[in-house]
């Protein structure tokens, strides 16, 4: 399957989208920061990149940017439980956006959708 990349503050919900994709079959990367995001890019080549706009004291938006502006070409889904971001004119550098939800079957589709060559 794929090399997944999750960027998410919530230990709970990182520890969840780890477990869920590793028994669909993906190789996950879990990092509860963007700080340094490049440098984890560099070392792991995901195929997608997971991202939650809202990280503590860091804004998802800004690590969007700085991923697209290293690799236009690596997939961002946006992971947010804020719909109202789809409309920040930031979150259209990202693939795809997918409203965080208890049933990870959108996120998990999204992946495929990106993954999938």
């Given at each position: 399957?794929?090399?997944?990349?999750?960027?998410?503050?919530?230990?709970?919900?990182?520890k969840?989208?780890k477990?869920?994709?590793?028994?669909?079959?993906?190789?996950v990367?879990?990092?509860d920061?963007?700080?340094?995001?490049?440098?984890?890019?560099?070392?792991?080549?995901?195929?997608?990149?997971?991202?939650?706009?809202?990280?503590g004291s860091?804004?998802?938006?800004?690590?969007?940017?700085q991923?697209?502006?290293?690799?236009?070409?690596?997939?961002?889904?946006i992971?947010?439980?804020?719909?109202?971001?789809?409309?920040?004119f930031s979150?259209?550098?990202?693939d795809?956006y997918v409203?965080?939800?208890?049933?990870?079957?959108?996120?998990?589709?999204?992946?495929?959708?990106?993954?999938?060559?």
């Amino acid at each position: 399957m794929a090399k997944v990349m999750i960027v998410e503050d919530e230990a709970n919900l990182l520890k969840l989208y780890k477990d869920e994709l590793e028994d669909d079959g993906h190789e996950v990367l879990p990092i509860d920061n963007g700080r340094e995001i490049l440098k984890y890019i560099e070392k792991f080549g995901p195929e997608v990149v997971v991202l939650d706009i809202k990280l503590g004291s860091q804004e998802g938006l800004e690590i969007l940017e700085q991923i697209k502006n290293f690799d236009r070409g690596l997939p961002v889904i946006i992971n947010s439980a804020y719909s109202s971001y789809k409309a920040n004119f930031s979150s259209w550098l990202a693939d795809d956006y997918v409203v965080k939800s208890p049933d990870l079957t959108e996120l998990k589709d999204t992946i495929r959708k990106h993954t999938l060559k």
